[in-house]
């Protein structure tokens, strides 16, 4: 299998981007493939705490790409999936600590070793996001129904085309069905008509996340968590399975059942 | 009036529908805005094109995006020095 460097980016910050990359690199280490996730966020690391690893830090990418040491010691290795690593950020330097140059050369490295390499951007579109972009061969923006994260996700999918990563896929957040069923969420068909890009997936708003963000476990291993579900779907889109986009949702409440009531009576 | 609106399922009565318009009116500034080049490009090929039928000042050419109630208008405030004299047939 050819190895994909995937950088997970949104451009507004706080949309799901350290989720997503945790979720997705959990699942596709569940299908047996070689994952590293690789936190780019330097000064504001998170993913380690988001995947339980923290504890087991010892060097992060500022250390490796300054030869302070091996990349191999660098590496966190998963004890749960086999196949699975972290690399962590720096959290005492900031983002000009790496070169968009040495990205590169790091993510080219990985290569030899991995099947997928997530990497993990941080918010904004400045260095961090042009580090994070510098060895991608293809990008996955979040964004949340909202309109500012639209927004940012639109100038970022400019920015992105502009480095050369044109097939960019759109996986929407946070999504509640019930404010879109009553009018007051944009649903996907909105958000895409207005991105014009590949829809990868919809992961609904869930609960099930704070909770297995509390426990340092993604959301994926939670089998009742739907969110989880949304995102074990992604990985085997990723995987090159073609299932159908959207296929949760809320049961139905007594008060939708009584309004549908209402509109066939119209 | 709210609540009979959602009752009925009358989607409009939510603020997607505000959403989405205003994110439509906000992008077509920040995509044009995101390439400065895009109103110069567009200036100059204005230039060339009307300069075929009427002496313009081109020095003091405005053209720019401009908000209206609902949509986004480009307006080229194009000033005019004279007419050419329609040659004899
Ligand atoms: N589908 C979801 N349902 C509920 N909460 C969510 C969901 N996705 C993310 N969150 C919560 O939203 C918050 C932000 O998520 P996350 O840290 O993944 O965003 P981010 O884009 O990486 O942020 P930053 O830009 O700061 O790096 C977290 O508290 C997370 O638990
Ligand atoms: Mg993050």
């Known amino acids: ?84 690593h972290l690399l962590p950020a720096a959290q005492t330097k900031d983002k000009t600590a790496i070169t968009p140059h040495q990205m590169k050369n790091l993510t080219n490295e990985l290569r030899q070793d991995f099947d997928f390499i997530l990497v993990d951007c941080p918010a ?60 007051d ?5 909105d958000i895409l008509d207005i991105l014009s890009i590949d829809l990868l997936g919809v992961v609904p708003e869930d609960e099930c996340i704070v909770v297995s963000t509390n426990r340092g476990e993604p959301a994926v291993m939670e089998s009742a968590s739907r969110a989880g579900a949304a995102y074990r779907r992604i990985a085997r889109r990723m995987m090159g399975e073609e299932i159908p986009v ?11 059942r009584f309004k549908k009531i209402l509109k066939m009576a119209r | 009036m709210d609540i009979i609106n959602r009752l009925l399922g009358r989607e409009n009565a939510g603020s997607r529908d505000i959403a989405r318009e205003r994110l439509r009116l906000v992008l077509i500034h920040d995509r044009a805005s995101v390439s400065p080049n895009f109103l110069n490009a567009l200036k100059e090929e204005l ?32 000033p005019i020095r004279g007419f050419k004299r329609a040659a004899n047939e």
């Open chain 1, 246 to 256: 959207i296929s949760f949702d809320e049961p139905e409440n007594l008060f939708y």
């Open chain 1, 185 to 189: 969420m944009m649903d996907i068909k």
């Open chain 2, 47 to 78: 230039i060339r094109v009307i300069r075929e039928y009427m002496e313009i000042d081109e020095e003091s050419i405005i053209v720019d995006l401009e908000n209206e109630d609902n949509s986004v208008a480009l307006v080229a405030n194009i």
């Open chain 1, 124 to 183: 904004g579109i400045e260095q961090g996001f042009r580090n994070a972009i510098a060895g991608a061969d293809d990008a996955i923006v979040v964004a949340m129904p909202e309109v500012s994260s639209v927004r940012d996700a639109d100038r970022i999918i400019g920015l992105l085309e502009a480095a050369g990563l044109r097939n960019s896929q759109l996986v929407v957040n946070r999504l509640r069905s019930k404010m879109v069923r009553r009018g």
């Open chain 1, 1 to 84: 299998m050819k190895s994909r460097v995937i950088v997970i980016t949104s451009g507004k910050g706080g949309v799901g981007k350290t989720t997503t990359t945790a979720n997705l690199g959990t699942s596709l280490a569940m299908m047996d493939k070689r994952v590293v996730l690789v936190d780019t966020d330097i000064g504001l690391r998170n993913l380690d705490v988001v995947m339980g690893l923290e504890n087991r830090i010892v060097f992060d990418i500022v250390d490796v790409v300054n030869g302070k040491c091996k990349l191999k010691q660098g590496l966190i290795k998963d004890k749960r999936f086999e196949g699975l």
